[in-house]
């Protein structure tokens, strides 16, 4: 795994609407002792906080559509510059489109930073509607119903799914099996990492 001269790790948390990711940055955060930065719950905490970036992002969200790239990447690169003394950053939900990944290595090779490596998590699209059904019931979250579950897929594999090539050309992408227990998942990635 490529390491920076920063000798950060930093890891993009890739896959499909419910595959895990966030459960799986949580228990990564607390070993390893990295920053998390979640495009989703940033964008999710300034609606509830009612920002004007978060009404703006509120009906893209609801609807399962992108919010506009150029607005996420400034909310990533503002939290890069702040944690610059961290061991390391997990990227989850980000980035979600081939612009998003180079601006994001352009930005980290600003500070001589580069990611270390993708963990992409591969769960079959029925599973994953199962969960986020189940997802919705539990967290009432709108972007959670049936219709705006299918759009979401289809952002996905439309506009999320080269991203995934765009980091195998760097020699960086790592897939893991995203099926089974939340431990049995998490010590894959990990052997992944190592
Ligand atoms: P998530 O919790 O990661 O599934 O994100 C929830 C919603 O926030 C997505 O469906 C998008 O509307 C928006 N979002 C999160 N991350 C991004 C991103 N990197 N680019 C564009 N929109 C995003």
Known sequence: M????????????????GAGKGTQSEKLIKTLGLVHLSTGDILRAEKEAGTPLGLKAKSLMDQGLLVPDEVVIGMIESRIAANLGAKGFIFDGFPRTVAQALALDQMLATHQLSISCMISLEVAFDELKTRLIKRAQEQNRPDDTPEVIEKRIQVYLDNTLPVAKHYENQGKLRAVNGIGEIDEIYNRIQTALN
């Open 2 to 17: 490529q390491i920076d001269s920063k000798q950060m790790l930093n890891i993009v948390l890739f896959g499909p609407p």
